[in-house]
Structure formats: structure tokens, C-alpha cells
């Protein structure tokens, strides 16, 4: 009787051992999908933040370039300015220079000469000039075209004139502007040109 409950209880103790056994790798394995189920999913996540990641050093990329390209471009525009500006000047004090009482009166009596011998039919040339070159020159070459083409040229003075001339053919109805502001301008324009060309070149 007594071996009886002894294996009785064995029997039981053999049943548990086997039961909590069981529970304990049922228990393990649970462990181990989570885990891997936790591992997959962090795997998911540290692939999608590295994208992402990828994406936005990739965007900042594109960015910083864009930004790089149109500072270049308004260093560039702002140094052609800054130089067209400066040869502007100088193109202006040359032209200036060059416009003196001397030169107006050699341009003028060309000018007034090669008209009236070209021309069958009488033309009433207006000269228009600054003030003060207007009485620098009325002694000589002003005397001079009005005495021997006597009422075929006017000779008046412009305010916005400073230096150079302006010259009419149609007693003023429209003019040709040889002031020193136009031919600057003028000169200008091809100067500009070339500025842009060089600044294309270095880049």
C-alpha cells in the first residue's frame, strides 16, 4: 500500500516536473518570438530612419547646392554691376576729356562744311550745347560758321547738355545727341559686352 501511494506521488511530482517543463518552453518560446518580433521590428524602424535619412541629407543636398548656385549667380551679377559702374566713370571722364573747346570746334566745322557742300537745297543746321562751351566757342569757330554760312546755322545752349553736342538738320524738329552722357552711354554698351563676356569665360 505504501509503495503504492509512493509511486502515486512520484507519479505526480514525474506529471508536474513534465507539466511545469512544458510551461517552461511554451514560456521560452513565446520569449523568443517577441524578441525576435521586437528585433524584426527595430530592423524595420532603423531601416526606414536611415532612409528618411538618406532622403533628407539627399534633399539638404539639393538644397545647399541651389542656394550655393544663386548666391554665385548674385556675387557674379553684383560684381558685373560693380565693375560696369566703375568703366562707366571712367568711360564717362574719358569722353569728358576728349570733348574739349578745341575738339568741339574741329568736329562742328566738319560737320557744318561737309553739309553745305553735299547739299543742293539749303539746310538749316541747330547746334545745342552747354553754356559754358556755347561761350567758349561763339569767338571762334561759332563766329566763324555763322559769318561765312550766314543763317544756315543757330547755335543755342541746353541746360541737360554738360558737354558734347547735339545737332539738328530740320531746324530742330529732331536731333542727333553727341553729348558726353549718350556717347558714354553709348561706348558703354559695347564695354558691358565685353565685361559679360569675361565674367562668362572665368566661370
Known amino acids: 500500500m505504501a509503495q503504492q501511494i509512493q509511486e502515486l506521488i512520484n507519479k505526480i511530482k514525474q506529471e508536474g516536473i513534465e507539466a511545469a517543463e512544458q510551461k517552461s518552453k511554451e514560456l521560452d518560446l513565446q520569449a523568443q518570438a517577441k524578441a525576435q518580433k521586437i528585433i524584426d521590428e527595430a530592423k524595420i524602424n532603423a531601416q526606414k530612419i536611415v532612409q528618411d535619412g538618406k532622403k533628407e541629407i539627399e534633399q539638404m543636398k539639393i538644397t545647399t547646392q541651389a542656394a550655393l548656385k544663386q548666391s554665385s549667380r548674385d556675387m557674379l551679377l553684383t560684381l558685373k554691376k560693380e565693375i560696369e559702374n566703375v568703366l562707366k566713370k571712367i568711360t564717362q571722364k574719358n569722353v569728358n576729356d576728349s570733348l574739349t573747346p578745341d575738339s568741339l570746334s574741329r568736329i562742328l566745322g566738319s560737320i557744318a562744311e561737309k553739309t553745305f557742300s553735299e547739299q543742293k537745297e539749303n539746310v538749316d543746321i541747330k547746334v545745342l550745347l552747354s553754356q559754358t562751351d556755347l561761350e567758349s566757342l561763339k569767338n571762334g569757330i561759332i563766329a566763324k560758321l555763322q559769318k561765312e554760312l550766314k ?25 542727333f545727341d553727341f553729348s558726353d552722357k549718350s556717347l558714354a552711354d553709348y561706348i558703354a554698351g559695347f564695354v558691358n559686352e565685353e565685361v559679360a563676356k569675361i565674367i562668362k569665360e572665368a566661370i
Open 151 to 175: 543763317g544756315k546755322i543757330v547755335f543755342q545752349s541746353r541746360d541737360d547738355i554738360s558737354k558734347g553736342f547735339a545737332i539738328s538738320f530740320d531746324s530742330g524738329k529732331s536731333s
